[in-house]
């Protein structure tokens, strides 16, 4: 069974910084692109940023010179460096991944992590 581990949220003040990792574990073949996802209370769930497995990256509006998403593909990892963050940035982030997977046989899955909160309050 694959899984996605989410670690480094938290509480921090305005404009401060948080590194996210997201971990891949299991029978896994290769992962194309991974995202990180959030959502608010009473929101509904947003793309914050993605990258493919070649790196190419694409960020949210309301994060892009802020935030920086990046992955080690050895260590099947994504992370997201938060910088200047803002009580707005508050939310449960989620990490997501299409991964080839060994079922036994090869097959591309779409996997969620189950979330970690960051909290951006004086």
């Known amino acids: 069974q694959v899984q996605l581990v989410e670690s480094g949220g938290g509480l921090v003040q305005p404009g401060g910084s948080l590194r996210l990792s997201c971990a891949a574990s299991g029978s896994i073949f290769s992962i194309n692109r991974m995202g990180w996802y959030r959502q608010a209370p009473g929101k509904q769930r947003e793309l914050v940023a993605s990258i493919t497995s070649g790196g190419s990256t694409n960020y949210a509006d309301s994060v892009r010179g802020r935030f920086s998403i990046s992955r080690d593909n050895a260590k099947n990892t994504m992370y997201l460096q938060m910088n200047s963050l803002k009580p707005e940035d508050t939310a449960v982030y989620y990490c997501?991944?299409?991964?080839?997977?060994?079922?036994?046989?090869?097959?591309?899955?779409?996997?969620w992590g189950q979330g970690t909160q960051v909290t951006v309050s004086s």
């Open positions: 997501n991944a299409d991964i080839r997977e060994y079922t036994p046989v090869l097959r591309t899955k779409n996997r």
